[in-house]
């Protein structure tokens, strides 16, 4: 074959750190924007980006020639920056490390869009604890709960204990 040819689609998450309602719905789509911009440098095609206060998803139509895990570095790397440099976020915004990435056929792609669309209306009835371990088991990914994202509620964490510049 003389040239590749391929069909990859990926749902990303990956979530504030320790789970903080950091991201304010004053400044979410200029969030989002950024993240389109440096997925699409990368060469990549977003197909759908949404979120709540303390995570996000997008969608990507994925070449081959992407390292995936290089492309979210990138995007968390980037997307901190902007937010801190320009205190979009009343604390110090960070992250949380690791992410979870789901590979889905073309005929689910309208659904996948819809679901990632309609995360704030989701989120009324589901956790994203629930969610995430929901979107685990649905794709038949093995986990282990202790190394599921850090939960505020599991290290007892609130904004005063946190502390400031952190």
Known sequence: MSDTFSQ??????????????????????????????TIQKSGQKLLAIGGVQDHIHFLIGMRPTCCLSDLVRDIKKSSTELINSNKLAKHHFQWQAGF????????SIDRIVNYIWNQKEHHKNQSFKEEYRLLLRENEVEFKEEYLFDWISDHKI???TIPPGV
């Not at 979870?100 to 005929?107: D, H, L, M, P, R």
Request: glycine content about 4%.
């Open 158 to 160: 609130t904004l005063s």
């Open 8 to 37: 990859i689609h990926i749902q990303v998450v990956f979530a504030v750190k320790y789970r903080q309602s950091l991201i304010s719905s004053v400044w979410e789509e200029r969030l989002y924007q950024y993240i389109t911009g």
């Open 100 to 107: 979870g990435a789901f590979c889905y056929e073309k005929t």
